[in-house]
């Protein structure tokens, strides 16, 4: 079982935003390769980020849950998402108003480009 770890320090967040990104219809996706190896392939450093504009509390969550339930997803299903990265992912208005097959179809083509971008390097 793959347990997520969230970012909980600012300067955590500052530094995975200077790095590389992806900008999507439902989220935009910054991600940087962990350079410590005490990773022990349990845990997915991952990060989801509403901004306020978005709506409120409650849209906010929503939208969270449903980013969250698609990476837990492809997780279990798949095996795309690779453990040796961070992503801080922002999630849009988008997520709320569509289908969560959308959603998770999205977030699984970008972990696959994400994944062959690892692979070429």
């Known amino acids: 079982m793959i347990k997520f770890k ?4 600012n300067r955590q967040f500052l530094r995975i935003l200077k790095k590389k990104k992806f ?3 439902y989220f935009t ?3 940087e390769k962990n350079l410590d190896n005490k990773n022990t392939n349990k ?3 991952v990060s989801f980020v509403m901004k306020k504009k978005i709506g409120n509390a ?4 929503k939208i969270k849950r449903k980013l969250k339930t698609a990476v837990q997803k492809i997780i279990t299903e798949k095996g795309q998402i690779d453990l040796n990265y961070t992503y801080v992912i922002f999630g849009k208005s ?3 108003k569509d289908k969560f097959t959308l959603v998770l179809g999205e977030i699984n083509e970008t972990f696959k480009k994400i994944k062959q971008m690892d692979n070429q390097a």
């Open 29 to 31: 996706i910054y991600f």
């Open 23 to 25: 900008n999507r219809k």
């Open 6 to 9: 969230s970012l909980n320090q």
């Open 94 to 96: 988008n997520v709320y």
């Open 43 to 45: 845990n997915l450093n």
């Open 58 to 61: 409650v849209i906010r969550n």
